[in-house]
């Protein structure tokens, strides 16, 4: 069965101070790893996709990276704007789209 | 404006009855996904389709029936054996072969009174 955890529930940093979220997954025959940012009561806005270990992608202060079992969303030097839940998905090789129960990501001034 | 809409954006049941959530989406997406979100919590799959006249259980699906008679509509019908439907509900659509991202609508919140 797909099985998508990610880590930690929660994160409270100051402006400025880098971290990095994780997002461990087993699947049958991935087919793709999607990010997600996440505000209260809104639906999802889709971040990135990865499709094989080594692929990484970038955009603005975050940055997504890939291995066989496991993905990191890098936030550099972040600003109070990416306070948001953060969501890992994958899909797999029946076209199921499995996410994770997100990392709440709070960035004080 | 290419998208996808949910309506309405909350919604009242009393208990017992049926209630039906409205998707749409114009971007010609083959596959199209339901999903609930309780307070603080990840998505969690009730149903999905890859094609019309076709739909498969998520991990949720009691208490849930969709139907999908066209390509632009997937609508979700919470019946009265979902015995805790106070949640978030969320509809996705992306192209059919699974490796191409979904896109979200904003969401319809349905509460229990």
């Known amino acids: 069965e797909d099985q998508v955890t990610q880590s930690p529930e929660a994160l409270r940093l100051q402006e400025g101070e880098s971290s990095s979220l994780n997002c461990s997954y087993t699947v049958s025959g991935l087919r793709g790893l999607f990010w997600y940012r996440q505000d209260p009561g809104k639906g999802p806005e889709f971040l990135f996709t990865?499709?094989?270990a080594g692929e990484e992608k970038e955009k603005e202060r975050l940055k997504a990276t890939l291995t066989k079992k496991e993905s990191f969303l890098h936030i550099t030097a972040p600003k109070p704007e990416d306070s948001a839940t953060y969501l890992c998905a994958v899909s797999d090789s029946w076209g199921k789209l499995q996410f994770g129960a997100g990392t709440q990501v709070v960035v004080t001034p | 404006d290419g998208g996808i809409t949910q309506s309405p954006k909350y919604l009242f049941r009393k208990e017992g009855q049926n209630v039906t959530l409205s998707c749409e989406q114009n971007?010609?997406?083959?596959?199209m996904y339901w999903y609930r979100q309780d307070p603080g919590q990840g998505l969690r799959l009730i149903y999905y389709?890859?094609?019309?006249?076709?739909?498969q259980k998520g991990d949720i699906a009691e208490g849930y029936s969709v139907s999908r008679e066209k390509k632009e509509s997937f609508p979700l019908t919470v019946t009265s054996a979902q015995k805790n439907p106070t949640a978030f509900y969320l509809c996705?659509?992306?192209?059919?072969?699974?490796?191409?991202?979904?896109?979200f609508g904003q969401g319809t919140r349905l509460t229990v009174v």
């Open positions: 971007l010609n997406h083959d596959a």
């Open positions: 389709s890859q094609i019309v006249n076709d739909f």
């Open positions: 996705a659509s992306s192209m059919f072969e699974g490796n191409t991202e979904a896109f």
């Open positions: 990865l499709y094989s």
